[in-house]
């Protein structure tokens, strides 16, 4: 029995990834949405009026802390394994901008940064 509880744990991880993956890319308006429904429930916390574009990928998200007006053009990255990653309201990030806090480290980004 022990081989079939991980074998739909690893299945549950993969459909998971899948759909991330599936989210991360979906190009338009209604990726958008999509990518503010999902990340909403994963993020530490999500303020009003925020936009991800397409490609922005989030690791231990619930390390992260995005406030009010905030919005990433795409393909952005941010990691916090083991740290925190903090952003106040009415933060602007170009494409392809990466803030990694892994393994401890802590990212604050204020109020009005564009």
């Not at 599936?22 to 990518?35: A, D, M």
Request: charged share 15%.
């Amino acid at each position: 029995m022990a081989w079939q509880n991980k074998l739909f744990l690893l299945l549950g991880e993969e459909i998971s990834a899948y759909i991330e993956m599936l989210l991360r890319y979906w190009p338009g308006r209604s990726g958008g949405l999509g990518r503010l429904v999902y990340y909403g429930d994963r993020l530490k916390n999500l303020g009003d009026s925020s936009w991800f574009g397409t490609g922005t990928e989030f690791i231990y998200s619930h390390n992260i802390s995005i406030g009010s007006n905030f919005s990433c053009v795409g393909h952005c990255f941010f990691a916090a394994n083991g740290g925190a990653i903090v952003i106040g309201d009415r933060v602007s990030l170009n494409l392809g901008v990466q803030l990694n806090a892994n393994l401890g480290g802590q990212i604050f980004i204020g109020n009005d940064v564009l």
